[in-house]
């Protein structure tokens, strides 16, 4: 097994933090064991895959951890690089929509047509993978998609091989659309991450599943619920399925050591709640600190709650709680969009979760509520929906009212 030692120079790492400083956050007591991978060593992370190390790289999406979707104890080094629960289910990366189902339906062909490459995730039965039990947390159904970015595409050829690939991040974090959020997350792991700047979309993508003739949106991600409804329509073959999507928001059962145990013990085919796709627990994209959003409708009001805004960092959209919330501090203030376009905001929203959870003397984190009614012409609206869905598991649901300088919890 080649160890590529450049990769984990001192002079590469040195370059590496003094590109990203403003963004990097590193525990002075741990170790560095990652690897940084230039973007003309595409071939030595293909190595790396085949080897059954872990490699971080870009999508159009956000950053994803892959590792050699055929090999079982790469795929298991995923789950305990971010301490996720095996009930969690991986998606597979490919760059040939036809070398992993092995009873293909007729119509992925035509949804491959329409939506590949790109941010849309289809969850079917039935693979060529061995490996298909731990990848799908026992269901034995499998999400693949092919990525529209030319990093990743370029990565999946020269490897040749299907890559389980979650989000870059610990379990519950805020998942990663730039190299330095991967870092910060697995900078003392054996993590090899290719630097290829910001990702296009800045959220997940969307995860269908096809049952009858109803298309189930398991997961909102980049790709928007209109445009797939508008896409299939004009396709003869796809016209006659229906879009279902009902929120799920799942509670975390177990705790950080329950996942540990559970990765020793691989005790995932007796765990009875297990997903058909990420990214449905309530508790997801979550900053280090508390979040909050902030509503403005009076409903269902509890106790109010001490909260100082000198210890608060606000992400905005538009001006819309810079104009109702007073004595803003503009140090610790950030708008996802300042002209109202949603497609913008998801594109900066992990982004500046990131950010906000870094500044100084912050305890807690403002997001505005996309529930509250607009005065001003929502661009690309048809995001929205994907967005308020982030914002909520980012905050785990957890809401308070503002009025006259005054916060309160939200029952």
């Not at 928007?224 to 509670?251: C, P, R, V, W």
């Not at 145990?261 to 990214?279: C, D, I, Q, Y």
């Amino acid at each position: 097994m080649e160890n590529f030692a450049q990769l984990y120079s001192k002079e590469r790492l040195h370059s590496f933090i003094t590109k990203y400083q403003d963004l990097i956050q590193v525990d002075p007591h741990k170790e560095i064991h990652c690897g940084i991978i230039h973007l003309d060593e595409l071939h030595i992370a293909a190595q790396l895959l085949h080897q059954g190390e872990l490699v971080a790289f870009p999508t159009e999406t956000v950053y994803g951890l892959g590792a050699n979707a055929k090999n079982a104890q790469a795929i298991l080094n995923i789950f305990k690089a971010k301490k996720r629960p095996l009930s969690d289910p991986l998606i597979v990366h490919v760059h040939d929509k036809n070398n992993i189902y092995t009873d293909k339906p007729d119509f992925l062909d035509s949804f491959a047509e329409l939506f590949w490459p790109g941010p849309f995730t289809i969850v079917l039965k039935s693979t060529q993978l061995e490996t298909t039990e731990i990848l799908s947390a026992g269901t034995g159904s499998i999400g693949i998609r092919i990525p529209n970015h030319k990093v990743a595409l370029e990565l999946l050829e020269k490897a040749n091989l299907p890559v389980a690939a979650p989000s870059a991040n610990l379990f519950t974090h805020i998942s990663p659309t730039s190299a330095a959020h991967v870092f910060n997350d697995f900078y003392d792991q054996r993590v090899h991450i290719i630097d290829a700047g910001r990702s296009d979309n800045g959220i997940e993508s969307t995860v269908i599943k096809p049952l009858g003739n109803e298309l189930h949106i398991l997961r909102l991600g980049s790709l928007a619920k209109e445009t797939i409804m508008k896409k299939i329509g004009q396709s003869d073959q796809l016209k006659h399925f229906a879009i279902k999507y009902e929120n799920k928001y799942m509670q975390i059962e177990e705790s950080e050591e329950d996942i540990e145990k559970e990765l020793v013990e691989l005790n995932v085919l007796e765990r009875k709640s297990s997903m058909e796709a990420p990214g449905q627990f309530l508790k997801h994209y979550s900053a280090r600190i508390n979040s909050f959003i902030v509503s403005f409708q009076q409903n269902s009001i509890g106790q109010q709650i001490d909260l100082d805004l000198k210890e608060s960092v606000i992400i905005d959209f538009g001006s819309e709680l810079r104009n109702r919330i007073a004595n803003l501090d503009e140090t610790k203030y950030k708008s996802l969009s300042e002209n109202y376009d949603a497609k913008e905001a998801m594109f900066n929203l992990y982004d500046s979760l990131r950010w906000a959870e870094l500044q100084q003397g912050a305890k807690q984190i403002l997001l505005y509520d996309f529930d509250t009614q607009i005065n001003h012409k929502v661009q690309n609206d048809e995001n929205v929906l994907s967005i308020q869905d982030k914002i909520y598991r980012s905050a785990s649901g957890q809401k308070i009212y503002y009025k006259n300088n005054k916060f309160y919890l939200c029952q």
